[in-house]
């Protein structure tokens, strides 16, 4: 039974790791966050989007199949609204890109808790997550049948989601002062180019 639940960690971490390790729009916007207003901001964005990957991954183990059958009928709708919703998100980061950016590491009153709501919402608008989860939900219930299995491969997953954005937001925070305005701009223009192709592309996948 032990070993059972390690492999299920582990293949929960894996998982975690998998869905975090593209380095997408929201990477990019991690990134961006901890190189233009500090580690703090950039912890928080990373918190936000493991927060999404918890909860989605819960989900998918929890009541994935009856989660899916009760959403196919709206699929098409969700998905174009989602993308629509993507599309006007990443609409205004490029118009706030465009502006000259801040001073790196610059505090801002109750920031962190803003960007740990913004993150929450573009993570949680992507469907593309859940539907990952969704599909290895399976693995839970081939590995053990012990009650608390799922717990475990939903925690090893939020885990390695959060231990990976933090790293992002670590690695933005230790080259956003060795780097010059210009390429701050430039990665904020292609992380909500970035977003605005992620709500295309799923707006399209939607009705195709």
């Not at 894996?14 to 990134?31: D, K, N, R, S, Y």
């Not at 183990?61 to 009760?70: N, Q, S």
């Not at 009928?73 to 599309?87: D, F, R």
């Not at 997550?129 to 939020?158: D, I, N, R």
């Amino acid at each position: 039974m032990t070993h059972d639940l390690l492999t299920l960690a582990a293949a929960g971490f894996v998982a975690g790791l998998a869905v975090a390790m593209p380095l997408g729009a929201v990477g990019l916007l991690i990134l961006r966050e901890s190189m233009v207003q500090g580690l703090r901001s950039g912890l928080a964005a990373a918190a936000g989007v493991a927060s999404v990957d918890l909860v989605y991954c819960a989900v998918a183990v929890g009541v994935g199949a009856y989660f899916v059958d009760a959403l196919q009928p709206w699929m098409t709708t969700i998905g174009v609204v989602s993308g629509i919703v993507i599309i006007g998100v990443g609409v205004l980061l490029l118009r706030g890109a465009l502006r000259p950016p801040a001073t790196a590491g610059e505090a801002v009153t109750g920031r962190p808790w803003h960007v740990y709501v913004r993150f929450v919402g573009l993570t949680a608008l992507n469907p593309a997550t859940v539907v990952y989860f969704l599909a290895l939900a399976a693995v839970v219930t081939t590995v053990t049948t012990a009650a608390y299995g799922p717990a475990v491969f939903v925690v090893a997953a939020g885990l390695a989601s959060l231990l990976w954005q933090a790293g992002l937001a670590i690695v933005g925070a230790v080259i956003g002062a060795r780097v010059s305005p210009r390429i701050v701009r430039g990665l904020g223009i292609a992380a909500a180019v970035a977003v605005i192709a992620l709500g295309v592309v799923a707006t399209v996948a939607a009705t195709a």
